[in-house]
């Protein structure tokens, strides 16, 4: 889906598609109905919040390289969420610059990773952590999606790698 975010201003990333037709990069309308409850950021009409907290799987999702490196955080409910293309641009460059920290956007909130502690932390909020891994897909155990948006095939029983029908382009 091609066309920019009316709220970062970026590229669509993770589009989601709102009731009212208007849309937004999956983090952006996610980190805006954290702060404002559901509802449209253009023309406030509210949705079920359902859309934000237990997303559709996405094609885009699926997409990508088994094999090449991404980075990871730990999910609250055992597995691995894979960050989306934008930040885990922005994560391995400050790694291949050997940075100590590096601090992005999402949604709403500013983040920051301490690549010597493996941590992930909200900039104004260190109490919650979260570990983070540089990995492939191939060898992630129990990936459950991408930047909180499921896939399509992903189950708790763990009888699945996690990785059937994803790509092994690019």
Avoid at 27 to 34: A, R, T, Y
Avoid at 35 to 62: H, Q, T, W
Avoid at 134 to 144: A, E, M, Q, V, Y
């Amino acid at each position: 889906m091609d066309g920019k975010c009316p709220m970062c201003k970026e590229d669509l990333l993770l589009a989601l598609i709102l009731p009212c037709k208007h849309i937004f990069c999956f983090l952006c309308i996610k980190g805006h109905c954290l702060k404002n409850g559901a509802n449209c950021y253009i023309c406030k009409m509210s949705f079920d919040k359902s859309l934000i907290e237990k997303p559709p799987s996405m094609e885009a999702v699926r997409e990508g390289s088994k094999d090449k490196n991404r980075w990871y955080y730990e999910s609250n409910n055992n597995g691995w969420w894979e960050f989306d293309k934008r930040t885990s641009e922005i994560i391995e460059d400050a790694f291949r610059q050997e940075d100590p920290t590096v601090a992005f956007p999402i949604g709403s909130r500013t983040y920051e990773i301490n690549f010597e502690a493996k941590r992930q932390y909200q900039k104004d909020e260190t109490s919650k952590k979260r570990t983070i891994t540089r990995s492939t897909r191939r060898d992630i155990k129990n990936l459950r999606g991408v930047a909180g948006i499921p896939l399509e095939n992903y189950r708790e029983d763990n009888d699945s790698d996690g990785i059937a029908g994803l790509s092994d382009s690019e």
